[in-house]
Each structure stands twice: as structure tokens, then as C-alpha cells.
């Protein structure tokens, strides 16, 4: 019986998931282990890593089977990945002078630009989301000390 990779998607996913995971599990093994009662630094990281092994497993495993919809992987796209990873670079310049919310928002706005279905609607709200989530958690739960706007406004 010859394999035969029937959705070259999935197969890709499940090599990339596989690929990263045993990276994680052997980058891990540099650190102490411990075990389940006294996790050591290289615990959490290994197992976390055999899991994305095991999903990259059944997903290669899923574009191997037969039946279902087939899809082959195209080109990529440079233009979208263009804009996520210059919103990224974006955020990282932005940050100190700008603020968590301004520069919170220029990387929604920048990043969702990669989509050619872009809307402002979806994409204000998405940053809103964002930044009261990132408050919430940045903030008030972990006390992290940044800026919240600019230091001109306050």
C-alpha cells in the first residue's frame, strides 16, 4: 500500500506542529526536570512540546486520509505577511512613546489590513477588545508598569 498525501494542508500543519514540538521537548531537556509535584523549569516546555508533537501526528495523519476535502498548499502570500509582521515591528516602536492603547491600536489596524475583506467596524472592535483585555490582564492583574497613553496626554 502506497501512502498517498491526500490534503497537502493538514500534512504541512502536522509537519510544522511536529517539527516545533520536538523542538520544544529537546530545548527543554537543557533545563531541570522535576517532576509532576516539583516542576522544574523544563518541565512545562516538554510537555507541552510532546503534545504539539502528538496534534502534528493526527493532523499529518488527517491529510493523509482519504476522503474529505482536498486542498493543495499555495503560494504564499508576501503582501499580507508584509503588513502582521510590520504591524508587530510597528507595536514594539510604538509602545514606549505611544502608549499600550494607541499602540495597541495601530497594531490591530495595520495587521487586519493584511485581509482583503478589511473593515473598520470589525477592526475598531477587535482593538477595543484587545486593550481592555490587555489592561485587565497587563494592568490590573499583574501590576505591570507601562503607559497607558503618551506622556504629553497625562
Known amino acids: 500500500m502506497r501512502l498517498r498525501i491526500h490534503d497537502q494542508k493538514d500534512f504541512g500543519a502536522g509537519l510544522l ?3 516545533f514540538g520536538a523542538a520544544f521537548s529537546l530545548g527543554a531537556l537543557d533545563y531541570k526536570m522535576g517532576d ?3 516542576m522544574g523549569p523544563g518541565w512545562f516546555p516538554f510537555w507541552v512540546g510532546l503534545l504539539l508533537v502528538l496534534v ?3 493532523t499529518a495523519g488527517s491529510g493523509l486520509r482519504a476522503g ?3 486542498e493543495k498548499i499555495r503560494r504564499p502570500q508576501l503582501a499580507p505577511l508584509a503588513w502582521v509582521i510590520g504591524a508587530v ?3 514594539g516602536l510604538a509602545l514606549e512613546p505611544l502608549g499600550l ?3 495597541l491600536t495601530l497594531l490591530v489596524v495595520v495587521s487586519m489590513r493584511a485581509s482583503h475583506e478589511f473593515r473598520w467596524a470589525p477592526a475598531i472592535a477587535t ?3 484587545l486593550i481592555l483585555f490587555s489592561i485587565g ?3 490590573w492583574g499583574i501590576d505591570l508598569l507601562i503607559d497607558l497613553w503618551p506622556a504629553t496626554f497625562g
Do not use: E, I, K, N
Open 56 to 58: 502534528g501526528v493526527l
Open 17 to 19: 506542529y511536529m517539527g
Open 89 to 91: 515591528v510597528l507595536f
Open 101 to 103: 492603547v494607541l499602540a
Open 137 to 139: 490582564v497587563f494592568v
Open 127 to 129: 482593538a477595543v477588545a
Open 36 to 38: 509532576a509535584a516539583r
Open 68 to 70: 474529505g476535502t482536498a
